[in-house]
């Protein structure tokens, strides 16, 4: 044996001189314990969601050390958006987080508007509030579906996958489409709702509310399902602020930061909801305020429904294929489901943007995981990394942060469970 | 939110380069300065002590070089600030700020693979987002022709130049014929 270069199939590195893996796990494992065993979570783990990769030191089941590995859903929308006009820019923005697209819709079409100084009519703040809302909770139940999962109840997700349907079909009246919706303009909106959407959103308010119960009865009140969250992976405001981490992981930590509250944009400053925010910072609490935000989000879609102005859903004079924007910087933040989503746009006048920069909540998220997941339980990493709620084209954004949590991804989660 | 005055004394203290009030509905800041890189740390740590989070790091690549953008919000009571160090355009370097926010770390390892800026003090400089086998410019870097004085970008709001050598960064130069 003493002529043989003796690899460890786990990744370890017995002789200093040898390459096991990648430049990644080369890389993470310089600085590993000759004692441990090196893991690969992914890119193409179940329990990754789409294409995040983990590398892993673990002594036994316990994290010593893990770092995430971005860039494998990698789409440089932040290029497209230098070479694009503003207008057909727009259809990327259903396409960074799949999940909740319309808040970056209205995150881009927010930071044009601010440039170009454009006020929008009335009906189209409430169709935008009404809508990103509805997808909010679409968002949510598709977390929730896909989190249980990840601890070990396949049912959850045919539930909720159920609801979203239902969103979907009432998006798809106005958007057109059910996943990656376009469905902003700069200076209002696509399309008008009809009585169709209005009667089906009227309906769905008061089916979820009775089915959150059922969710509560079923699986919020499991005992299994307390005992894999309770107490896993407290992420307090200190260390939110040092990874810049917001949306329902800061307040989970006690703090009810919510952008829509903050900094109002549209139609939120007419109306009153709660911004729910602890009781605890674990696991359990992030699946709490998640859960919460849903009820918040219904009664604004209810109140919203309700005085649903009439009036013309775009301004006149809306900028075209060839607008120019005005020379100049802003930036512009909106609440996406997983937290503060951003676009920061310079313009030097011309017929394309300058310089486009997104600012995925999913990225800073994520990039917290490593510290929170040290000295844990590998199984326990897993329902923190679910708690985060990832979208991986999100944190790739580039791909979005997370951005991976997707429908896509769900059939392959669903098989690996099997 | 620290008080802006607070904040101005403080960016001037610190040896800023050009302090600008914004228009929030406008520009999404509510205050901003160029600042040397060595007053960087010392200014984010503040920021940090303060309450302020890091949201992000936005490269803007113009003639006279990166200007790396720093932005900041305070999650009690949200006001964004935005901090500026110009890196030069050959072998661009700025410092890091790995030690003040550990999540800056990801943001400046992309900043690094699409535009080839240097953060030195990164705890982990290896790319992030491109394939570590990735050769070529950096990606998002423009061509010659396409760059824009950042004087042309209306980036400063109202601004107070405190270093003499700024006028013409800031001013765009007609400007500076009708006066």
């Known amino acids: ?418 | 939110m620290t008080s802006i005055e607070s904040l101005e004394s403080r960016f001037r203290e610190g040896g800023a380069l050009v302090v600008s009030r914004h228009d929030f509905k406008r520009d999404g800041l509510v205050i901003s300065a160029a600042i040397p890189d060595s007053s960087l740390t010392k200014l984010a740590r503040g920021l940090r002590d303060d309450g302020y989070t890091l949201l992000d790091v936005s490269v803007l690549e113009a003639k006279e070089g990166f200007l790396v953008t720093y932005h900041f919000d305070d999650f009690n009571e949200p006001g964004r600030v935005a901090l500026r160090v110009l890196a030069e355009k050959e072998d661009p370097a700025v410092p890091s700020l790995c030690s003040i926010f550990e999540g800056a770390q990801w943001h400046e390892r992309e900043s690094s693979d699409f535009y080839g800026v240097v953060f030195f003090g990164n705890t982990n400089p290896i790319p992030l987002i491109l394939p570590d086998d990735f050769s070529g410019p950096p990606p998002l870097r423009k061509d010659d022709q396409d760059l824009a004085a950042l004087s042309s970008l209306g980036l400063f709001g109202k601004p107070q130049i405190l270093d003499p050598s700024w006028e013409a960064l800031v001013n765009p130069p007609q400007a500076e014929d009708k006066a």
């Open chain 1, 1 to 418: 044996m003493s002529g043989l270069n003796f690899i460890n199939p786990f990744g370890v590195r017995e002789d200093p001189g040898s390459l096991v893996g990648d430049f990644y796990t080369d890389n993470f494992s310089k600085s590993a314990r000759p004692d441990t065993v090196i893991l690969n979570l992914g890119p193409q783990h179940p329990s990754t969601h789409g294409v995040l990769r983990i590398l892993a030191e673990l002594d036994g089941e316990y994290i010593i050390r893990a770092e995430p590995v971005l860039g494998y859903l990698h789409r440089m929308h932040e290029k497209m958006g230098e070479v694009k006009t503003p207008w057909q820019f727009i259809p990327n923005m259903g396409r960074v987080d799949y999940l909740h697209p319309i808040a970056w819709n209205w995150a881009y079409v927010g930071a044009v508007e601010r440039l170009a100084g454009i006020e929008v009519p009335k009906r189209a703040e409430y169709l935008r509030l009404i809508s990103c809302e509805l997808n909010r909770i679409a968002s949510h139940l598709m977390w929730w579906g896909a989190f249980v999962m990840d601890l070990g109840g396949v049912t959850p997700i045919l539930y909720a996958f159920e609801e979203r349907e239902k969103i979907n079909d009432i998006l798809q009246i106005v958007t057109g489409s059910r996943l990656t919706l376009s469905y902003f303009r700069f200076g209002g909106v696509s399309t008008d709702a009809d009585d169709r959407f209005i009667k089906l959103t009227k309906d769905f308010v008061p089916y979820l509310r009775e089915r959150l119960k059922m969710y509560k009865a079923l699986v919020t009140d499991n005992v299994i399902l307390r005992r894999r969250l309770e107490g896993i992976g407290p992420m307090g405001v200190d260390l939110c602020q040092r990874y810049g981490a917001t949306g329902p992981i800061l307040r989970a930590a006690g703090l009810a930061s919510d952008t829509r509250k903050d900094v109002p944009y549209g139609v939120y400053k007419s109306f009153d909801f709660p911004i729910p925010s602890g009781p605890t910072n674990d696991c359990m609490g992030r699946y709490l305020v998640r859960l919460a935000e849903v009820e918040s989000s219904l009664t604004l879609v209810e109140e919203a429904i309700r005085d649903l102005p009439d009036g013309p859903i775009k301004i006149d004079k809306a900028p075209k294929a060839n607008y120019k924007l005005p020379a100049g910087e802003t930036y512009f933040a909106v609440e996406g489901a997983r937290g503060q989503v951003g676009v920061h746009l310079v313009s030097d006048g011309g017929v394309r943007p300058y310089r486009i920069k997104l600012r995925a909540p999913g990225f800073s998220n994520l990039s917290l995981f490593a510290e929170a997941a040290q000295g844990t339980l590998l199984a326990d990493a897993i329902a923190i990394l679910g708690s985060l709620d990832l979208v991986i084209p999100d944190g790739d954004r580039y791909g979005s942060a997370w951005g991976g949590r997707g429908t896509l991804d769900w059939p392959l989660g669903g098989a690996s469970q099997k």
